[in-house]
């Protein structure tokens, strides 16, 4: 089959759970033996360390990010209708190479990551021929700016930011609607977000998780873990994960510290947010920002920490964790998507006392973290690595050319 591929950002080097997950894809299917053409925002140029991509795309288009301030935004929100992901990757560079991919290639298959790329659906529909057009879902994104407004109306400061995602949330599910409708065919990556996305009574929805390739994060056998470290990784200027380690460090670490004082939590991931810049300045965390690879880090750690309070989908952070051996302390929210077996892998723990107990337990027992990470590890490699989840794509694919 001929794919054509849109991505948010390049997929390798891969620096976001989208990225992670796209380069997941196009991996598999090219081990399968299909071509994949990609277009891809980033902000970076293609270098030595993106051969791995080229080499298994027959062809990559890259196109720069387009700018636009918060100023845009606002007056956006103010004067229309329109869901602020509606136009937050609008290029008309974009769209003209699209344009042309489609009416110069013949491809099987569409398939766009993410609902900030349902603003291209238009073009997709009027030059794709014959091609079947699929929307990976990668968020359930109505409902995760419901919850995300919830959780911000609990702080009188954190008003504005409640308006707006409560505005955010209606537009959205117009958005989201009418991508549903139109397409072909939607993946979910949860069962939760599949029973969210249901309401639309649009296309067929399938379920495929996100994965990684659980190898490359498996460390040596000779692989030593720091003393009461904890970590957590995401990128840092997204919403849930500046909320997770706000709620974090003002709830649940004070706690923890009370019974071992010498917690240290490194918190690694690229662009931090002003508000975290400020909260590390007060040295109750290391912030590293952007690093080349989070897997030093998870190898490192004594204990990882997912402390989200809002999302949805299935966490990557989290899959990456278990696959390098780490014991694992999740909120509900955090821990939402995976199945059972991977879900009795960690310790699921929602308000701040039971977490810091839940964490001050672990780190007090060395044999215990031990066979939760090993167990963390099986259950990571047997339902979440990639060959474990590719046949479903396949399949769908399959199903879609055959009707």
């Known amino acids: 089959m001929k794919i054509l591929l849109l991505s948010p950002d390049i997929p390798f080097p891969s620096e976001s759970g989208a990225a992670i997950r796209n380069w997941g894809i196009i991996s598999g299917l090219a081990a399968a033996g299909h071509e994949v053409t990609l277009l891809s925002f980033t902000d970076r140029v293609l270098g030595a360390r993106s ?3 080229l080499e298994r795309c027959r062809a990559v288009h890259s196109i720069a990010l387009p700018k636009r301030g918060k100023g845009a935004r606002l007056i956006q929100l103010i004067t229309s209708n329109l869901a602020d992901m509606e136009s937050r990757l609008a290029s008309s560079q974009f769209e ?22 349902g603003g291209y659906l238009d073009a997709i529909l009027t030059e794709k021929g014959g091609a079947k057009v699929v929307y990976d879902a990668l968020n359930a994104e109505a409902d995760l700016q419901r919850v995300i407004a919830n959780v911000d109306s609990r702080s009188f400061r954190r008003l504005p930011a409640t308006l707006y995602s409560r505005a955010q949330a209606g537009r959205l599910a117009r958005f989201e609607e009418r991508i549903c409708r139109r397409a072909d065919a939607v993946i979910a990556v949860s069962d939760e977000d599949r029973a969210l996305l249901t309401r639309y009574a649009g296309a067929p929805i399938t379920v495929m998780s996100n994965g990684i390739h659980a190898e490359d994060y498996r460390p040596s056998p000779e692989n030593r873990r720091a003393r009461q470290q904890l970590v957590f990784t995401g990128k840092m200027d997204y919403r849930p994960n500046v909320d997770a380690i706000e709620w974090f460090c003002a709830q649940a670490l004070p706690l923890a510290r009370q019974h071992l004082p010498e917690i240290q939590l490194k918190v690694v991931g690229r662009n931090p947010h002003p508000r975290l810049l400020a909260l590390a300045e007060t040295g109750d965390f290391q912030l590293t920002g952007w690093v080349e690879s989070v897997l030093p880090y998870l190898q490192e750690a004594t204990l990882y920490v997912v402390p989200l309070r809002m999302g949805s989908g ?4 989290i899959l990456q964790a278990m696959a390098a051996g780490c014991a694992v302390v999740s909120t509900s929210i955090g821990a939402a998507g995976l199945n059972q077996a991977a879900r009795e892998a ?28 090993e ?29």
Request: hydrophobic content about 45%; overall charge neutral; glycine content about 4%.
């Open 96 to 117: 003209t190479v699209l344009r042309k991919l489609l009416r110069t290639e013949s491809y099987d298959i569409v398939q766009f990551s993410g609902l900030e790329l």
């Open 51 to 53: 051969e791995p991509l």
């Open 375 to 403: 167990l963390a590890q099986r259950q990571a490699q047997a339902h979440y690595d990639w060959q474990a989840l590719m046949p479903t794509l396949l399949e769908l694919y399959a199903r879609l050319c055959d009707g």
């Open 346 to 373: 960690i310790v699921i723990a929602d308000d701040a006392s039971a977490f810091a107990a839940a964490v001050v337990k672990l780190l007090g027992d060395e044999n215990r973290r031990k066979s939760m990470g």
């Open 314 to 317: 299935t966490r990557l952070k």
